[in-house]
């Protein structure tokens, strides 16, 4: 039987306060902070508590119903969660799955990450998408000799917290050095093998998994050189998505500037952020990001609505980059979802074509990768 859970609160920066019981790893000192924002997809839940994107982020999730298939070592998106912490209205106490080997809660115990359960996350999701994403704290509360820290502490803790903005998170999940994923079988066609270098800004697993079927690819850290990267004689370069501010990340916008022209570029997510920031051009953080697995974008060159998984809270300012065309638009709030450089071998789009968790309606991206690739071998 497990043990019972003890009470706990979130407060966020404005002061607002929600009721719900303490899960997962006990935070240092009680308190657990970071920038809440919420996640809408119905399943997948692990994929997203390991996608590094959300380093700094405490991740709420819509759906009421989470852990109910438990977790599987299959599913990790990186080495471990980089997320602060996870908000929920349920969590489920006994997986149902072949292949969950432990459940939700134990997992977050295990990995360091704290979380609060029993929370109004409908309620929240809307304060939310009214007043924005703001830093916020959590931790259990209580008396005796069990006390936990008070709403005071907690409401002071979620004003001192600093957030995203200006802050460069890359450099807090990156790898520290190169590694080599070898080409899936099929993926040497027409006559010889593709050789991909891919910037790891928040790498995930499956992202590596798409690019094996059409390239051998070297993994590099953030902070590797543009002629460290051509002495590799790639066909290609591969922007990777990542987490916080991509205004923050100078360092990896200089070494894209000195790549351009040189060797054909697809960027996704913060990798798209930065390609426009190379470009010269703007972003910009949206009022609550979007987080989740069913965004609709418009492919503009054909008009056709594909469904799409997405995780950032910064966007490319319209407008901003002359020698680019838009190549999709988000069709919740008209938000640059894709660009097409005009001079030279390069495009990037703010979503993951990759989708772990999510839909499929994007894989075609890494083929038209591929061509690009082949067109300049």
Known sequence: MSPPRREALLVLGDGTTFEGEAIGAVPPGGVATGEVVFNTVLSGYQEVITDPSYAGQVIAFTYPHIGNYGVSPDDHESRRPHCRGVVVRELARRPSSWRAVDDLGTWLTRHGVPGIAGVDTRRLTRHIREAGAMPCAFGPVGAGADAGVGER?????????????????????????????????????????????????????????????????????????????????????????????????????????????????????????????????????????????????????????????????????????????????????????????????????????????????????????????????
């Open 153 to 377: 502490e907690l409401k002071q803790a979620a004003m001192d917290e600093p957030g995203t903005d200006g802050v460069d998170l890359v450099a807090t999940v990156t790898c520290e050095a190169p590694y080599v994923v070898d080409a899936a079988a099929g993926a040497e066609r027409d006559g010889y093998p593709l050789h991909v270098v891919a910037f790891d800004y928040g790498i995930k697993t499956t992202i590596l998994r798409h690019l094996a079927h059409v390239a051998t690819v070297e993994v590099v850290p953030a902070s590797t050189a543009a002629d460290d990267v051509i002495a590799r004689a790639p066909h290609g370069v591969f922007l990777s998505n990542g987490p916080g501010d991509p205004a923050a990340v100078t360092y990896a916008v200089d070494t894209i500037r000195g790549l351009l022209g040189r060797v054909p570029v697809f960027g996704i997510c913060l990798g798209h952020q930065l390609l426009a920031r190379a470009l010269d051009g703007d972003t910009f953080k949206l009022k609550f990001g979007h987080h989740g697995g069913n965004h609709p974008v418009r492919r503009v060159e054909t008009g056709a609505v594909e469904i799409t998984s997405q995780n950032h809270n910064y966007a490319v300012v319209e407008g901003s980059i002359a020698g680019a065309d838009v190549t999709h638009v988000n069709l919740n709030d008209g938000v640059i979802e894709g660009l097409r450089c005009r001079d030279v071998p390069a495009f990037g789009v703010q979503y993951h074509p990759e989708a772990g968790p999510g839909p499929h309606d994007a894989r075609y991206l890494f083929e038209q990768f591929r061509a690009l690739m082949r067109a300049g071998a």
